[in-house]
């Protein structure tokens, strides 16, 4: 792949494009982490949906270090997007011409952590949390944090639920038939294609990326996740290689 065009996916200077190939890279990896993670550690990390639900779950039947532990973890996913916050927004002071890099090497420095290390903190617990799940649900905090503020809250990569539901809007609307011609143009139903276009790409990388981690996962073990630390690493080093990504 062109060193240039790494460098423009993480510049500073953005455009539709670039933020969906981004997206759809980060997509990739996410899933790849969310499904493979499973594998590992016998929870999906990005579901912060699930882990609420399971903490009140937990708290109502009486087990509160099981509600206690759901809750943890999804702490740990905010405390990820709260780094990437406090990162992004300091380097865009300090050194704008790497705005996201330092996020993205961040990343990639947990993940291969998490590679060479993860089967050794699956013995290590906090309340009945592995260190393992507690790193996953931060790098997935991190992560969703950064695409949602370089694409403006456009794109998210760590969870399919809004995405599966603004497709399912958009395809309402393709559907719907304007038969009454004598209501103004405004008042149209008409379906947003470059949303579906959108959104229908990175639920199709998600998916994609969960197979190839499970997969992964399954046949190599956590080492699965250093060609996923690779990429990320190539995304974020790429500007400083490049001589058009500060202009």
């Known amino acids: 792949m062109p060193q240039h065009y790494l460098a423009q996916l993480s510049s500073p200077q953005r455009s539709a494009k670039t933020n969906l190939h981004l997206g759809v890279t980060l997509c990739w ?12 550690v016998g929870q999906y990390t990005s579901h912060m949906t ?32 709260a780094c990437t916050a406090l990162i992004v927004n300091y380097t865009k002071r300090h050194i ?23 089967q050794g903190l699956l013995k290590h617990e906090m309340i009945t949390v592995s260190f393992t799940a507690i790193l996953l649900c931060y790098m997935m905090g991190l992560q969703n944090a950064l695409i949602t503020k370089i694409s403006n809250a456009e794109i998210r990569t760590t969870h399919i639920t ?11 609307k393709m559907l719907y038939w304007n038969r009454d011609d004598a209501h103004a143009e405004e008042t149209k139903v008409v379906v947003n294609r470059q949303k579906l276009r959108l959104h229908s790409q990175l639920v199709l990388s ?7 981690g499970a997969a992964g996962f399954k046949y190599l073990g956590f080492i699965a996740s250093v060609p ?20």
């Open 29 to 40: 990896i996410a899933g790849a982490l969310n499904a493979g993670g499973f594998l590992a």
């Open 50 to 81: 699930g882990l609420l639900s399971s903490a009140a779950d937990e708290l109502i039947l009486g087990h509160s270090k099981a509600a206690l532990a759901a809750l943890l973890m999804l702490l740990s996913f905010i405390c990820g997007a």
């Open 96 to 118: 704008p011409r790497y705005v996201y890099a330092p996020v993205l090497f961040w990343e990639a420095i947990l993940l291969l952590i998490f590679g060479m290390l993860g």
């Open 162 to 172: 809004g995405l599966v539901t603004d497709i399912g809007i958009e395809l309402g």
């Open 206 to 212: 998600f998916a994609i990326g969960a197979v190839m």
């Open 228 to 247: 996923l630390s690779l990429a990320l690493i190539s995304l974020a080093i790429a500007p400083a290689f490049s001589k058009t990504s500060g202009k």
